[in-house]
Nanobody, 115 residues
Framework: QVQLVESGGGLVQAGGSLRLSCAAS??????MGWYRQAPGKQRELVAA???????NYADSVKGRFTISRDNAKNTVYLQMNSLKPEDTAVYYC???????????WGQGTQVTVSS
């Protein structure tokens, strides 16, 4: 059974930093990523990383956020620097093996950036 445990959200002032973690159990996933959903908006991709280390970022976070993973720990991280109020959202971990079953979602962690 797949489980995703997220941690690291919280309240921070604009310009500050937070680090999110998502530990997966039950399977190894070739693609791990982070999405976010702000109130009244659709869920959007923030960043994703393959098991080989290739990354993809939303334009809005390039240069400020860094995604990484520890394959041995089956954990993905999102280092968020220079946070802005518009980064306020619930952040969700997402993992999948393309072509091999469903993707899975974490429970979500709130990130709030005050101005």
């Amino acid at each position: 059974q797949v489980q995703l445990v997220e941690s690291g959200g919280g309240l921070v002032q604009a310009g500050g930093s937070l680090r999110l973690s998502c530990a997966a159990s039950g399977s190894f996933f070739s693609i791990m990523g982070w999405y976010r959903q702000a109130p009244g908006k659709q869920r959007e991709l923030v960043a994703a990383i393959t098991s080989g280390g290739s990354t993809n970022y939303a334009d809005s976070v390039k240069g400020r956020f860094t995604i990484s993973r520890d394959n041995a720990k089956n954990t993905v991280y999102l280092q968020m620097n220079s946070l802005k109020p518009e980064d306020t959202a619930v952040y969700y971990c997402n993992v999948l093996n393309p072509g091999y079953g469903p993707d899975y979602w974490g429970q979500g962690t709130q990130v709030t950036v005050s101005s």
